[in-house]
């Protein structure tokens, strides 16, 4: 089954403990990318990848990090998470083309403390 | 920049009521345009696109014409169920390098008995 699959789904940390939340695609997709979305905002973007090895920023980059070394995986690293972090992450991917849609993962909700 | 703007909700019907929620952008060039429907405790789903202008896309009842003269993407169905009720995000991709979706807030849909 085609999927894009984030884990975990549910994390609860503390302030400034550095964290990842992975995600992996096997639909190999050439782009991927992270989103958290906020209430009343909508989805924003952290972070994209064109393909192993190219990322760039989005319109919200900063505290993350991220690495695209394999084509199949991009995992989002948070170096030392704050509050204003607790969010819900979404990693996606799609085929290089601008007409093409977004496949999300099923979501990783993030509180930090 | 890009930007996508939906109408206020929540909005709440009666089954077997018709439905139109509203979606306006403003983009450069021709974006393409998407609607997407997140479930409770879900990711986003891709439930219908338009690559461009007077393109209709449609699915599951669900329907949306691409239109250019007045940069509008609503989203329609003749007749709702409970197992539309859901938040419906519209969406444009950009037709640079990144090709983000740039996404409205979202309008939760509740349906009725």
């Known amino acids: 089954e085609a999927q894009v699959t984030q884990n975990p789904r549910y994390l609860i940390t503390v302030t400034g403990k550095k964290l990842t939340v992975t995600c992996s695609q096997n639909?190999?997709?050439?782009?991927m990318s992270w989103y958290r979305q906020d209430p009343g905002l909508g989805l924003r973007q952290i972070y994209y990848s064109m393909n192993v090895e190219v990322t760039d920023k989005g319109d919200v980059p900063e505290g993350y990090k991220v690495s695209r070394k394999e084509k199949r995986n991009f995992p989002l690293i948070l170096e030392s998470p704050s509050p204003n972090q607790t969010s819900l992450y979404f990693c996606?991917?799609?085929?290089?083309?601008?007409?093409?849609?977004?496949?999300f993962g099923n979501g990783t909700r993030l509180t930090v403390t | 920049g890009n930007s996508v703007t939906q109408m206020e909700g929540p909005v709440t019907l009666s089954e077997e009521a018709f439905l139109t929620i509203n979606c306006t952008y403003t983009a450069t060039g021709y974006p393409s345009l998407f609607w997407y429907v997140q479930y409770p405790g879900e990711g986003l789903q891709l439930l219908l696109k338009?690559?461009?202008?007077?393109d209709k896309g449609s699915n599951k009842g669900f329907e949306a014409t691409y239109r250019k003269e007045t940069t509008s993407f609503h989203l329609e169905k003749g007749s709702v169920q409970v197992s539309d009720s859901a938040v419906y995000f519209c969406?444009?991709?950009?037709?640079?390098?990144?090709?983000?979706?740039?996404f409205g807030k979202g309008i939760t849909l509740s349906v009725r008995p």
């Open positions: 639909m190999n997709h050439e782009y």
């Open positions: 996606a991917s799609k085929e290089d083309r601008w007409t093409s849609p977004l496949h």
């Open positions: 969406a444009l991709s950009d037709t640079g390098a990144n090709s983000k979706l740039t």
């Open positions: 338009a690559t461009k202008a007077d």
